[in-house]
């Protein structure tokens, strides 16, 4: 694909695992198979997300393109380039927030380009730039205890945002917050992302979720994951002008047909 952002062929990854009478039929050799022959593109400004049961090799695959972890078979790409170690241009974003305790709002989100040596003045318009981009303007000052579990999550999104990456790779970010804020946040999460247009990976075990925000929608098997498979959103044209497309008919008949993907082994 020309304009691919991620392309994973064949990708096969394994782990050692401690063998006990009751998985030794599963884990041959104590070796247990995570991911097994997956094969994806990704295009370039497109969001997708990956979904499925638990273990099934969602954030594996995510660590993978990550360059966090190897694949051993087969290959990642992103942009064009070989993965083999973890890139500046591809961030992650977390559900457990990871943010520094003693570090301001602003101290947090400025922390990448500190590391990067960048001058503070530069750096602090950017952060300043990407906190407004998630409504955070007058919380530069409070430190993360004084936050919200949303407020949080907006910050690790300006931090992922501040070296204006290619590739935004998010496990399952909304995953820990109670229902109402995991909605707002994913509305407002939607509206930066048609702003930015970077491409997003997004990991999650919600079918509602899925459906709101991509594209397409990566379904797959129980361990060892494999893609069972890959279609489109049916309210993707409607999810940003339109708000809440939970109601639309298509939303409804595309939540029952996933559902039973998933139930299906």
Not at 8 to 35: C, D, P, S, W, Y
Not at 143 to 159: C, D
Request: with cysteine; charged share 25%; net charge neutral.
């Amino acid at each position: 694909m020309a304009n691919a952002m991620v392309t994973v062929t064949n990708a096969v990854k394994r782990f050692k695992v401690r063998q006990t009478e009751a998985n030794v039929a599963e884990h041959q050799n104590g070796i247990m198979v995570a991911l097994d022959n997956v094969s994806l593109e990704v295009k370039t400004g497109e969001l997708i997300c990956l979904l499925g049961p638990s273990g099934c090799g969602k954030t594996t695959l995510l660590r993978m393109v990550a360059g966090l972890l190897n694949a051993d078979e087969g290959e990642i790409r992103v942009a064009g380039d070989l993965v083999e170690a973890p890139r500046k241009d591809a961030c992650m974003v977390f559900q457990d927030f990871g943010l520094l305790p003693w570090r301001t709002v602003m101290d947090n989100v400025e922390f990448p380009l500190e590391i990067d040596n960048v001058p503070k003045a530069e750096r602090r318009d950017t952060a300043n730039h990407y906190l407004s981009v998630v409504g955070l303007n007058g919380f530069e000052g409070h430190y993360p205890h004084e936050l919200s579990g949303g407020m949080q999550q907006r910050v690790g999104i300006a931090r992922a945002l501040m070296r204006k990456p290619i590739l935004l790779l998010m496990d399952e970010p909304f995953g820990a917050l109670d229902a109402q804020t995991r909605e707002q946040l994913q509305e407002d999460f939607l509206k930066i992302w048609a702003n930015l247009k970077t491409t997003v990976l997004f990991v999650t075990h919600s079918i509602d979720e899925s459906l709101i925000l991509a594209d397409r929608i990566v379904v797959f098997t129980p361990r060892p994951g494999q893609i069972k498979r890959l279609m489109e959103s049916p309210v993707a044209k409607y999810r940003v002008e339109a708000g809440d497309v939970r109601s639309h008919p298509e939303f409804v008949a595309a939540r029952s047909e996933i559902r039973s993907l998933l139930r299906k082994v």
